[in-house]
């Protein structure tokens, strides 16, 4: 079963800078699509960016779109979510996740639910 860890969480002033990177279990994430969801309290988690294992294309919710990149690197199994420009509305706890059945190298898109192995969250707090 794939285990996935998220890292680099902390707390950021606005408009700085964060790279989370999640890492799998065993070496084989390169074949998994993995997506970035946050849940920030008292709201909906929400999709923001994911990539997929196959052909490494890249997905971006509009929140985080042109701010956000992610990223991956076979060689190391980890995928990146790199964060610029970061927002006090960013605030919130971040997880990857992977897909499973027969497509999870594609993206299934931003439904928590199409997602079945997931990490523990790592937080992020953007504030002055």
């Known amino acids: 079963q794939l285990q996935l860890v998220e890292s680099g969480g902390g707390l950021v002033q606005p408009g700085g800078s964060l790279r989370l990177s999640c890492a799998g279990s065993?070496?084989?994430?390169?074949?998994?699509?993995i997506g970035w969801f946050r849940q920030a309290p008292g709201k909906e988690r929400e999709g923001v960016a994911c990539?997929?294992?196959?052909?490494?294309?890249?997905y971006y919710s509009d929140s985080v779109k042109g701010r956000f990149t992610i990223s991956r690197d076979n060689r190391k199994n980890t995928v990146w979510l790199q964060m610029n420009s970061l927002k006090t509305e960013d605030t919130a706890v971040y997880y990857c996740?992977?897909?499973?059945?027969?497509?999870?190298?594609?993206?299934?898109?931003?439904?928590?639910?199409?997602?079945?192995?997931r990490g523990q969250g790592t937080q992020v707090t953007v504030s002055s």
């Open positions: 990539i997929g294992g196959s052909n490494g294309k890249t």
């Open positions: 065993r070496n084989t994430l390169d074949y998994y699509a």
């Open positions: 996740a992977a897909p499973s059945g027969s497509e999870y190298f594609y993206c299934p898109g931003f439904t928590w639910d199409d997602y079945t192995y």
